[in-house]
């Protein structure tokens, strides 16, 4: 996983978010489960799974933004934060 210029690896039992708070790499979180879109964070490369765009907006979804707390990443993926662009 590619963040802010930083990349760090998501094992298999962790979400996305999981990894980036492990790996020092701060994305915002509240409930951790989907229901707040506090994490939400945008892709900018990669494919991420459609579960982790739940309860999203069809334009969210079409700018690339998932939630990182449902993320489980299955291949590389590059993402940024909401400052990061
Ligand atoms: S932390 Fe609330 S939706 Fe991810």
């Not at 409930?31 to 969210?60: F, I, N």
């Not at 700018?63 to 934060?81: K, M, N, Q, T, W």
Request: hydrophobic content about 40%; overall charge neutral.
């Amino acid at each position: 996983m590619h963040g802010g210029g930083r990349s760090f690896v998501v094992n298999r039992s962790e979400t996305l978010l999981e990894a980036a708070l492990r790996s020092g790499f701060y994305i915002p979180a509240q409930c951790k489960v989907g229901a707040c879109q506090t994490c939400m964070v945008r892709c900018l490369d990669g494919l991420v799974p459609a579960a982790s765009r739940a309860g999203l907006t069809d334009a969210e979804i079409q700018h690339g933004y998932f939630l990182a707390c449902l993320c489980r990443p299955d291949g590389e993926i590059s993402v940024a934060r909401a400052w990061d662009f």
